[in-house]
């Protein structure tokens, strides 16, 4: 892996169900792509196409680590990322079933769960994850389906979304780690999925709306107190169809969400107080009109923007102009028929 400032690496997941691997790509400094290879997680897959989450893959502050679920054998490893790729250090229990998305604030990590709808807690040290004792705590019912799990930039609050109870619940984060909660509040719009947070704090999330064609919708919330959030923006919708990724510029001005229904990429311009209006409905595409955009990541450098086509087989990219908007870069392909997940440096 290169780590000059000026370059960096993306990531992803296969998801095979018999021997689960990161795919690594060099970024160079114009933000294109080249393959540099597959590194087993020493876990397994689902075996399916993608995995329905964000944050399945997600890299340390430091970015000297990247930690990654095994949805298929109910355990996450940890990575070292080194200058000739990555080095496997550790894959453990995730402490539940099917792990499907990670958080991680300097050494503490909690995993979501997915299948017994449940959070669970670890600490790295000594490059070893470590259950975090009796961190386990639920989500606000057996059914809740939770699509992602991540903390505030704070680190003091940790944010699930939950599909089927169309809610987002909260955790506050005490000096240990622990966890507090969960204070569960109703999504504004249905199906929240994905969501992203600015550096102040705004918490802007994906919602779905079951699939249902043209409803694709964002909506907004404010940390009002640890582990209690707030509305600030309404379902505000991008005309587009199976929302489910967000990614916040690092100016925190923009938010991009990727509309699987038809491979588009919507923006929404994010105001001061964390409110929120979309800018473009169809900011980029990669296959327009098609199924298959998933994940995306924005660049540390706050340069570039990577997205998922996992039915093309392709890791897209763009710039991201001081203005919002996107221009193509280019597809780069490699990627295996199973893929999930997308982490940038």
């Known amino acids: 892996m ?66 990654v679920v095994n949805a298929g054998s109910d355990e996450i490893s940890l990575l070292a990322v080194e200058a000739g790729g990555l080095r496997l250090e550790n894959t453990v229990s995730s402490g539940g079933s099917t792990p499907t998305s990670i958080a991680v604030r300097g050494e503490l990590v909690y995993v979501l769960n997915n299948g017994s709808a449940s959070i669970d807690g670890f600490a790295i040290k000594d490059g070893k994850l470590e259950p975090l004792p009796d961190s386990k705590r639920t989500l606000s019912e057996q059914g809740a389906d939770g699509a992602q799990i991540a903390f505030s930039p704070d680190g003091m609050t940790l944010v699930v979304t939950e599909r089927g109870t169309n809610s987002i619940s909260a955790y506050a984060i005490d000096g240990r780690g622990y966890a507090d909660g969960p204070t569960t509040i109703p999504s504004a719009g249905q199906t929240p999925y994905g969501f992203d947070f600015t550096e102040g704090g705004a918490l802007v999330v994906t919602e779905a709306f079951g699939g249902d064609v043209g409803k694709a919708a964002a909506s907004s919330y404010a940390v009002a107190a640890p582990g209690t959030l707030k509305p600030v923006s309404g379902s505000v919708g991008d005309t587009r169809s199976e929302v489910c990724w967000a990614a916040v510029t690092k100016d925190g001005r923009f938010v991009y969400v990727t509309n699987f229904g038809d491979s588009t990429i919507s923006s929404y311009a994010i105001g001061r107080d964390g409110e929120i209006e979309l800018a473009e409905a169809v900011a980029a595409s990669t296959r327009l009109g098609e199924a298959g955009i998933r994940d995306e990541a924005i660049s540390s450098n706050g340069r570039f923007l990577y997205a998922l086509d996992a039915d093309a087989q392709k890791v897209h990219a763009w710039n991201v102009g001081p203005d919002g908007r996107l221009a193509e870069i280019g597809g780069f392909a490699g990627l295996p028929p199973t893929v999930a997940g997308l982490a940038a440096s």
């Open 2 to 67: 290169q780590n000059e400032a000026a370059t960096g690496a993306v990531y992803l997941q296969t998801n095979d169900a018999a021997k689960n691997e990161v795919v690594a790509y060099d970024r160079a400094a114009d933000g294109s792509l080249t393959y540099v290879g597959a590194y087993e997680t020493g876990g397994r897959g689902t075996g399916e196409a993608h995995l329905p989450s964000q944050s399945s893959v997600v890299l340390s502050d430091d970015r000297r680590r990247l930690l």
